[in-house]
């Protein structure tokens, strides 16, 4: 569309200013970005917006440099003043580019979402740029192959973060997307892993040994290392931020165990000693490692445990899981699931079920945590296994369940929580190597 032209040469002419500063992957960014214009929802204009005007503030803080660098010298700066001032101008008048009504119209799509995905952009790019740029590590993948490529990455991840979080606000889309992505984040992690085991060191993380991708090591890791504590650290923050989430986001082997129960079509229950069982479990784990750390045994007699471990964990996957429709390794096995739905009610995010629920019982139809019983819906809210997925709500034909958070509406505090939830499963996708 004839009318983006300006926005394109303004993107264009910022990245042949970063290729010739070698910052290949900033470049790239820079000439692709043109591309993410083609998703015709409110947010993207907003994105577009805020960076022409970053890109204008950036080519007087360039122009600046320049100036003092050449007055110092002795040099002319003028005609250089000149030509990066219209240059600069070209940017941030293009951001009105945006108020024509033309273009209002095409990007009206979704306009009451554009808030959440716009901060899920920013919160996705931010962070990861930021990590990118602070890390030796190499956080990034891209930043291994190419030089400021971590940059390229996470504009795209940040874009893919904007697009969930937009279409997630609808609870029908939400259900049907949620597995899905969250299955491909699982792929990606073990995918990764598998390319850095057969040889390829760059899709293995630098600077930290090696972990059994177990959830399990995530709790009894820093009990046998006595350290160590960057993973729980990470995984204590999101659950404060997001809650249980965890468990139906961001978890790597969570996705395989949805993927397992729903081969039934409906639910069935857990049983009533798996709420006993699986303290059991985690006073195990916890108590293993401290005798393994204690008695000062070998990490080869931990790593074999912790293989166990998993491989049990494959196993109640493939088996009761399928078997019960249920999803029995995060509600019942994995102590990591225990901590996530027990801590996380320091969460101020919850599921709520108001007063029009009519217990027809379409919400426990959906649930693949069994956190709602008959018991639990009389309750007006989830049982303690409930991970704050969302599916539920996506079947409450009288929209009597859905997210809360003190002080706002259930629809503002659904985008509230889907943008930081989806934020924070774009940037571990960024982070997903071992």
């Not at 907003?46 to 022409?52: D, G, H, K, S, Y």
């Amino acid at each position: 569309m004839y009318r983006l032209i300006p926005i394109y040469l303004s993107f264009m002419i910022i990245g042949a200013h970063f290729l010739r500063n070698r910052l290949i992957g900033v470049a790239l960014m820079c000439f692709a970005a043109g591309f993410a214009l083609q998703i015709k929802r409110k947010w993207v204009a907003n994105v577009f917006t805020i960076l022409l005007v970053i890109i204008s503030i950036d080519w007087v803080s360039t122009a600046f440099n320049f100036y003092m660098e050449r007055k110092m010298k002795g040099e002319p700066y003028m005609r250089m003043l000149i030509i990066i001032g219209v240059v600069s101008l070209i940017s941030l008048c293009s951001t009105l580019i945006f108020k024509q009504k033309k273009m209002k119209e095409r990007y009206s799509a979704n306009s009451g979402a554009s808030l959440a995905g716009t901060f899920a952009f920013f919160i996705t790019f931010i962070t990861l740029s930021y990590m990118t740029m602070t890390s030796v590590a190499q956080p990034l993948l891209l930043d291994r192959f190419l030089p400021a490529g971590g940059i390229f990455q996470a504009f795209w991840l940040g874009i893919y973060a904007g697009v969930l979080a937009d279409f997630m606000q609808n609870r029908l889309v939400s259900q049907y997307i949620r597995p899905k992505v969250w299955l491909f984040f699982g792929i990606i992690f073990f995918a990764q892993l598998l390319l850095g085991l057969v040889g390829l060191k760059k899709f293995l993380m630098t600077g930290a040994p090696l972990t059994l991708p177990v959830p399990m090591t995530i709790l009894a890791g820093p009990i046998f290392r006595d350290g160590g504590l960057l993973m729980l650290i990470v995984f204590g923050a999101t659950v404060i931020l997001t809650g249980p989430a965890w468990c139906s986001f961001l978890c790597y082997f969570g996705a395989f165990d949805h993927y397992a129960s729903c081969k039934q079509k409906k639910p069935g229950e857990l049983p009533k000693w798996s709420s006993t069982l699986r303290i059991g479990i985690i006073a195990v784990v916890v108590g293993v490692a401290y005798l393994l750390r204690y008695f000062g045994l070998p990490t080869l007699y931990a790593a074999s445990l912790t293989g166990a471990f998993g491989i049990g964990g494959i196993a109640v996957i493939w088996y009761w899981s399928r078997k019960a429709g249920v999803m029995t390794h995060c509600t019942t096995y994995c102590p990591v699931g225990f901590l996530a739905t027990t801590l996380g009610k320091l969460s101020p995010f919850r599921v709520r079920i108001d007063d029009n629920c009519d217990s027809c019982g379409s919400c426990s139809e959906l649930c693949r945590y069994g956190a709602l019983t008959k018991t639990d819906i009389a309750n007006k809210k989830p049982g303690d296994t409930c991970t704050l997925c969302g599916d539920c709500s996506a079947a409450c034909e009288n929209g009597s369940i859905d997210y809360s958070f003190p002080l706002l509406s259930p629809m503002r505090s659904r985008a509230l929580f889907i943008t930081i939830v989806i934020a924070l499963h774009a940037i571990f996708l960024g982070l997903v190597r071992i």
